[in-house]
């Protein structure tokens, strides 16, 4: 299984999962247009996708989704609130809803999701399983506090994409009024560097290759910042897998999370 961060920040969040010779869109928090041409300059085009998942309604995360979905075909996937949430932009294209209680299965993929805790209607979190077992993406962004569910669900990933949304004193000091900073560090807003790097240290196995911070906000933190936060509490768990920071801005490096069981058949990958 291959994953591919579009993008992630304040302006929009999108992720791409492939294996077994399809694809699955986590989120699509850009215009369709930039969905395309990013993908596209990824190698990994979105002519025919198995679905598209929704973490939640808000436009960082969906602005694109029906666009998306009515080019290329697919169902969009989200929770029963997020869909009633967007029931009129989804109207024109296939919608399922997600069953907290059971695994679905789009393509060769098995995705499961949990509640978090948000200022959206159901947002969840989602982990995804590649074919064979081989690999499970954890992706956990826009909560405000870490709940049993979504703790649950993120355990023996082999790959986290967890926010590490800002620095808690660059939003102290931040241009937002205090209602919005408030929300911000609030219980249903957004992880911070330091809570995000406590929660990764619990998370933290053997067999965990890859931790991607994602959605940091562009006024209250830094890249370096993100980083060094939670490297440092990696630090006590001898993590030796790779930190990355995803950008805003640019697709990153596509990344091998496990080998395609039909590429091992093949004897390649």
Not at 12 to 26: D, P, R
Not at 27 to 51: E, I, N, Q, T, Y
Request: a positive charge.
């Amino acid at each position: 299984m291959k994953l591919t961060v579009l993008g992630s920040g304040s302006r929009g969040n999108a992720f791409l999962l492939s294996a077994a010779g399809c694809t699955l869109l986590i989120d699509a928090g850009f215009g369709p247009r930039v969905l395309m041409k990013r993908a596209r300059a990824a190698g990994v085009p979105l002519d025919a996708l198995s679905g598209i998942v929704l973490t939640h309604e808000h436009g960082d995360h969906s602005k694109g989704a029906q666009g998306v979905a009515r080019r290329t075909g697919c169902s969009v996937y989200a929770s029963r609130g997020t869909l009633t949430a967007m029931r009129e932009e989804l109207a024109p294209v296939s919608q399922k809803p997600l069953d907290l209680h059971r695994t679905a299965h789009i393509g060769p993929f098995r995705v499961n999701a949990s509640l978090i805790s948000h200022d959206a209607f159901e947002p969840i979190a989602v982990a995804v399983t590649g074919p064979g077992n081989r690999a499970k993406v954890g992706i956990a962004t826009d909560l405000g506090r870490i709940t049993r569910g979504v703790q649950y669900l993120m355990k023996d990933a082999t790959c986290l994409l967890v926010e590490a949304n800002h620095d808690e004193v660059l939003l102290r000091g931040g241009p937002y009024p205090p209602t919005v900073r408030q929300r911000i560090g609030g219980s249903r807003g957004h992880l911070s560097n330091r809570a995000a790097g406590e929660w990764l240290a619990e998370l933290c196995h053997p067999d965990l290759k890859c931790i991607v911070l994602v959605h940091l906000s562009e006024m209250c933190n830094e890249p370096d910042l993100a980083r060094d936060e939670v490297r440092f509490h990696l630090a006590r768990k001898q993590f030796k897998g790779r930190l990355l920071v995803a950008d805003q801005d640019a697709p990153m490096e596509t990344m091998q999370i496990a080998s395609d069981p039909m590429q091992l058949e093949l004897g390649v990958g």
